[in-house]
């Protein structure tokens, strides 16, 4: 895995989720922009405190989370 130096867990800053540099910023907050169509730079306008790597490092993290997760899908 590549490290992921940006993305911090502390059970104290909210609650628990994992966090970009251990500010309020949820790697989920930063996914759900880009999800619904918001580019990197919208959501760098939106979080003045961000930098460009810490949106690289949480769509990282999401893969890597996502990738021991293994679904089976039925097929029709």
């Known amino acids: 895995m590549e490290k992921l ?6 059970p104290n800053i909210c609650l628990g989720q994992p966090t970009i540099r251990g500010m309020r910023i949820t790697v ?13 730079e ?8 961000l930098e460009a790597e810490d ?3 949480a769509i990282r993290y999401a893969a890597w989370v996502v990738s021991d997760q293994v679904q089976l899908v039925p097929t029709t």
């Open 28 to 40: 989920s907050v930063v996914l759900k922009m880009l999800g619904s169509g918001h580019s990197v």
């Open 42 to 49: 919208e959501v760098l306008e939106a979080y003045p405190e």
């Open 55 to 57: 949106v690289q490092q």
């Open 5 to 10: 130096d940006r993305i911090t867990v502390n």
